[in-house]
Each structure stands twice: as structure tokens, then as C-alpha cells.
């Protein structure tokens, strides 16, 4: 079972962090690579033990996981999509078990006559906050930015 019911100690508290990623990608390329999560959102070496994800570009939208073992979880809702430009998202990221609310964003800067993309995601938490709850969150971004980077430069699809 996924985080068992018990006591924690938590804080209300929140935090923010942006990290970048040049890519050596237009912003269209880029693009197609953040709105395929499943093909970048993992950290198993093997991409083929990743979960699935279900996700579209559109407000309202809701980006579901779907793990190997059956369980699912909504990990957050499309908020505001400016295609090649900037994705929102807003939810849980997952973390279910704390009562907390994420924004997280994906900002694409055209750089070098739009031939590369400064990728910049932003994320903003806030809620009932364990005490390693952001250095998780930030050591995932610096793991999954590198995966999109890599697909973007072969050419996602």
C-alpha cells in the first residue's frame, strides 16, 4: 500500500523553484516532448517499467498515471496551454497523501532564431508540507528535465 495512513509532521508551508534546460530543439519540438509525459516522466532506467500516462494539451484536462501494480492517481489538471509557448498545470503531482496544491509550469523560450529552446519550469507548492517534500520535487525536475531534453533532441513524436 501507497503511503499507509499514519501521524506526520507537517507544516503549513510552501515553496518555489524554477531550474532550465537548453535544448538543442526548436520550441515546436520541445513542445511535442513536454505533452508526452509517459515518454519522459520516469526514473527507472529501463523506459519500459515506466507507468502509463494519460495526458492532453487542453484546459481541463487531467494528466492520470496508471502504474504495473493497477493503482492510478490523478496527478494534476491542465490549467492554461499556449501551444510552443507555456503549459500550466495545477494538482497534487502524486502526493496524494499531503493536502497540498502544486503549480507547475513549462515555459519555452525560442533562442538562436527559434533553432533552440531555453526550457524553464517553474514550480510553486503550497500546503500541509513534510520537511523533504520540496528537496524531492526538486531533485525530480533535475532528473526528468535531461529525459525531455533527450527526446526533444531526437525529434519527439
Not at 516532448?33 to 532506467?45: C, E, L, M, S
Not at 532564431?113 to 524553464?120: P, S, V
Amino acid at each position: 500500500m501507497a503511503n499507509p495512513l499514519q501521524m506526520l509532521d507537517l507544516k503549513v508551508t510552501g515553496f518555489q523553484f524554477i531550474e532550465e534546460q537548453p535544448i538543442n530543439a526548436a520550441p515546436a519540438t520541445v513542445w511535442s516532448a513536454v505533452i508526452n509525459p509517459g515518454k519522459w516522466f520516469g526514473f527507472d532506467p529501463d523506459p519500459n517499467k515506466w507507468a502509463k500516462h494519460s495526458f492532453a494539451a487542453k484546459p481541463g484536462a487531467q494528466w492520470i498515471v496508471d502504474f504495473p501494480n493497477g493503482s492510478s492517481v490523478l496527478f494534476a489538471t491542465v490549467a492554461l496551454v499556449e501551444p510552443q509557448k507555456l503549459l500550466r498545470i495545477s494538482g497534487q503531482m502524486g502526493f496524494t497523501h499531503l493536502p497540498i496544491q502544486c503549480v507547475t509550469i513549462f515555459e519555452l523560450q525560442p533562442q538562436n532564431d527559434g533553432k533552440t529552446t531555453l526550457l524553464r519550469v517553474g514550480q510553486r507548492t503550497f500546503g500541509f508540507i513534510d520537511a523533504e517534500l520540496q528537496e524531492r520535487f526538486h531533485g525530480a525536475w533535475k532528473k526528468l528535465l535531461p529525459n525531455i531534453k533527450t527526446l526533444a533532441e531526437k525529434g519527439a513524436h
